[in-house]
T-cell receptor, first 116, second 111 residues
Framework: ETGVTQTPRHLVMGMTNKKSLKCEQHLGHNAMYWYKQSAKKPLELMFVYNFKEQTENNSVPSRFSPECPNSSHLFLHLHTLQPEDSALYLC???????????????FGSGTQLSVL | GEDVEQSLFLSVREGDSSVINCTYTDSSSTYLYWYKQEPGAGLQLLTYIFSNMDMKQDQRLTVLLNKKDKHLSLRIADTQTGDSAIYFCAEMDTGRRALTFGSGTRLQVQP
């Protein structure tokens, strides 16, 4: 148990569906992240939030829409996805996300997403 | 962007030492990390090293850093079957203020 919880663990959706991924951290951290893990690519950073403000959007298509209502919760809203978006989506948190200190990330177990 | 490269696969026998290698490109990285991912799980921080250090030892784990060559390695002594997993090297991307990961090295431990 790392203190970062993701739901659901598995999700199958059609290309016209709208769904949301949820992440919650119980570590008192101020930074939260979404990463995408595909079978044949390195982990790809998608979004970074620091103190609820988005500080990084790594050229992610608009069909992925993040939301961070407070420092403990992070959502990823999905709509009109493509089959190539099928991947493991990992949420992580860290103490302050400034990048200038020892930025230890704590990961959730991920949501395995399949787009049909 | 910054690149972190690792070999994809390593197979060792139980009880042997494993050495997983990594090269990175961001010379301004302050910290470098090793993460472990077991099947069906997220990434777990194993150890890290500050860039002004050459070596760090933590029980069975030894991290070696050659900053001149931008080369990082993780040595696991007395490798056990429970060490079978994917190991990721990561550096702090000082521009994006987030970690950049390698592709991961799958370690297979034969009994």
């Amino acid at each position: 148990e790392t203190g970062v919880t993701q739901t659901p663990r598995h999700l199958v959706m059609g290309m016209t569906n709208k769904k949301s991924l949820k992440c919650e951290q119980h570590l008192g951290h101020n930074a939260m992240y979404w990463y995408k893990q595909s079978a044949k690519k390195p982990l790809e950073l998608m979004f970074v939030y620091n103190f609820k403000e988005q500080t990084e959007n790594n050229s992610v298509p608009s069909r992925f829409s993040p939301e961070c209502p407070n420092s403990s919760h992070l959502f990823l809203h999905l709509h009109t996805l493509q089959p190539e978006d099928s991947a493991l989506y990992l949420c992580a948190s860290s103490q302050d996300g400034t990048g200038g200190t020892n930025e230890k990330l704590f990961f959730g177990s991920g949501t395995q997403l399949s787009v049909l | 962007g910054e690149d972190v490269e690792q070999s994809l696969f390593l197979s060792v026998r139980e009880g042997d030492s494993s050495v997983i290698n990594c090269t990175y490109t961001d010379s301004s990285s302050t910290y470098l990390y090793w993460y472990k991912q077991e099947p069906g799980a997220g990434l777990q921080l194993l150890t890290y090293i500050f860039s002004n250090m050459d070596m760090k030892q933590d029980q069975r784990l030894t991290v070696l850093l050659n900053k001149k060559d931008k080369h990082l390695s993780l040595r696991i002594a007395d490798t056990q079957t429970g060490d079978s997993a994917i190991y990721f090297c990561a550096e702090m991307d000082t521009g994006r203020r987030a970690l950049t990961f390698g592709s991961g090295t799958r370690l297979q431990v034969q009994p």
